[in-house]
């Protein structure tokens, strides 16, 4: 599962596959409607595990309320932060050297604005990129797989941030998307078909969910 916790990003960022806002200029979940999604998928333990999506989710007010409830309910956790906050950038740098399932990438490479983060930030991610982990720890990285790179640098070489929304279904029916206005998804395509708001929904999609155009549902 992915939750959007907002449309708001510091950089601004060429390649960027949500077209995020400006700070102040965008939205964000709900932290009920957050709270609502982890809950519910919580009955399931096939599916217990959420990535916090955005542009950049650590800007959410709430991000850290939210984030230790994923952890108390046992989710494995992924979260892609341009560590531009340095205080929760190296939180979670720390929590994910803990037993708890939680993955934490910085976004550090030619395609973000590196400037705006820390020093001390890229330092502590470098370093505990390279250490052991114990067994339950899923721990840091930096962004600078080739595949990722690569996609990034095409969508900028295109100028059209489409590119990566485009490319983004997961296809299947696990992979539920919940956007900041709370409605539930397949994926972050802009144009994917929604089954509702979260608040509404009291079970898992029907068979069949799939990705479908619906216009009205996703202009709500």
Known sequence: ???????????????????????????????????????????????????????????????????????????????VTNGVNEKIALILAHWARRPIGMRVWLSDDQYHDSAMVSKRVVETY?????????????????????????????AVRLKNVQYNNDRCCQGNIAAWYVRTNGMVAVCSCPKSRTIGHIQQIEDFPPTGFGHEINDQENNR
Request: aromatic letters at 6%.
């Open 126 to 154: 470098t370093r505990l990129a390279k250490l052991p982990l114990k067994r339950g720890a899923y721990g840091v990285a930096i962004t600078g797989q080739r595949h990722v790179l690569t996609r990034m640098g095409r």
């Open 1 to 79: 599962m992915y939750i959007e916790m907002t449309n708001e990003c510091q950089m601004r960022c060429r390649h960027c596959a949500v077209n995020s806002k400006r700070v102040g200029h965008g939205r964000y979940i709900s932290t009920a409607d957050a709270i609502k999604a982890l809950d519910l998928r919580s009955k399931n333990p096939l599916l217990k595990s959420v990535a916090f999506s955005g542009a950049e989710s650590t800007l959410h007010p709430d991000f850290l309320r939210i984030l230790r409830h994923a952890i108390r309910l046992g989710f494995g956790i992924g979260v």
